[in-house]
Each structure stands twice: as C-alpha cells, then as structure tokens.
Antibody, heavy 119, light 112 residues
C-alpha cells in the first residue's frame, strides 16, 4: 500500500522558514517523481513543485520560485520542501503527492500538513 | 498558464440519480504523443484528494465503474451513473500537459 506521510508544518511568522518532510513507503521511492501541492483554507488545489526520481529535473510554481526548494533523499525514502521568506498567502495544507510511472502527474496523495504564516 | 473551468460549482443529487460535471481547458490537452492529459480527483470531506480518472477516461485502481470520463481537446465530462452517499465531496479536474499543473475550481457534490 502506497503511504505518504507529511510532517513539519506549524505556525511561523511572516519572513520565517519551515522545512516540510514526506516519508514514503509501500513503493520503490527512487523510481518515482514527486510533487508538492497545496490547498489554502477553504480553497482549491495549487501545484507547488516537482522533482524527478533522480533529482535531475526540478520545477516550481512562479508563486514560490526563489523562496522554496524541493529535494529528496532516495536512501531515506524522503521528500522535502524548504520554505523561506514565508508570506501570509503561503498558509495552506501542503500535500506530498506521487507522480505515476506512466505519466500521470499525481496519483497518490499524503494526508497533508498545515502551514500557518501569521504574526 | 492553462485555465481549467468547471461547471457547475455545486451539485445536489438524489441517491441513485446520475450526475455530470463539465471541465473546459483554455488550451488543448492533446499531446503529440497521442495522450490527452486530463485527470479527475475527488476530495472527500476531511480527506486528501484521490485520483478517479486519468487520461480522460481510464478509471484508476479501485474506482467503481459508476464513474466515467469522456471528452477530447478542451471539453471534458465526468459522469456518475448512480450517485451514492459516499460520493459526496469536491471534484477537481486537472491538466498535466503543461507546467504549471493547474486544477479546476472544484465542484461540490452533496446528497439531497
């Protein structure tokens, strides 16, 4: 069974930093590309970032480019999102999401971790 | 960015009746590889989204056959043949042909 478990969310002041983690299990993590997708309270879904299986290809949404950094450690079956210069509009539930082998951008999602940016 | 527009934004359906959700994209989702990169997700209350349909019309693992997807180019439809109580939640379409990946606004389905 595919499992994705996010952690690291919490309350942070504007301008602060936070590092999210996602622990993957139930599949060969090193073979799959991964994404972060977020959802502001009561709002829709917004794709944030993508990383290929070998970390050779990385993409970001314009809204986070230059502030967020996606990374992974295949030896630890883990995905990360380093978030710097946080803004109120970054407040959201952040989901770790697997990309399917056959080209599906997102097939499985974690349960999410809430990031609140507020003074 | 590709804009995904869903209609209606909310739907109230009697159990056992059909339901239909439309999704239109601002650009064609047909790739030169022959695939159309249109997906449907359901976010049940208090849960993370789950994949229902991939590449317009293929049901994901474990998805009941009362869910079906159709369409081409820029116009797509998700149909539920007979709505059940467990189908409540918000349905999202998503395009995956161009970055950034973008989602529709969501359609909330409730049971009458």
């Amino acid at each position: 069974e595919v499992q994705l478990v996010e952690s690291g969310g919490g309350l942070v002041q504007p301008g602060g930093s936070l590092r999210l983690s996602c622990a993957a299990s139930g599949f060969t993590f090193s073979s799959y590309s991964m994404n972060w997708v977020r959802q502001a309270p009561g709002k829709g879904l917004e794709w944030v970032s993508y990383i290929s299986s070998s970390s050779s290809t990385i993409y970001y949404a314009d809204s986070v480019k230059g502030r967020f950094t996606i990374s992974r450690d295949n030896a630890k079956n883990s995905l990360y999102l380093q978030m710097n210069s946080l803004r109120a509009e970054d407040t959201a539930v952040y989901y770790c999401a697997r990309a399917g082998i056959t080209g599906t951008p997102v097939d499985y999602w974690g349960q999410g971790t809430l990031v609140t940016v507020s003074s | 960015d590709i804009v995904m527009t869903q209609t209606p934004l909310s739907l109230s359906v009697t159990p056992g009746q059909p339901a239909s959700i439309s999704c239109k994209s601002s650009q064609s989702l047909l790739h030169s590889d022959g695939k159309t990169y249109l997906y449907w997700y359901l976010q049940k209350p208090g849960q993370s989204p789950q994949l229902l349909i991939y590449e317009v019309s293929s049901r994901f693992s474990g998805v009941p056959d009362r869910f079906s997807g159709s369409g081409s180019g820029t116009d797509f439809t998700l149909k539920i043949s007979r709505v059940e109580a467990e189908d409540v939640g918000v349905y999202y379409c998503m395009q995956g042909i161009h970055l950034p990946i973008t989602f529709g606004q969501g359609t909330r389905l409730e049971i009458k």
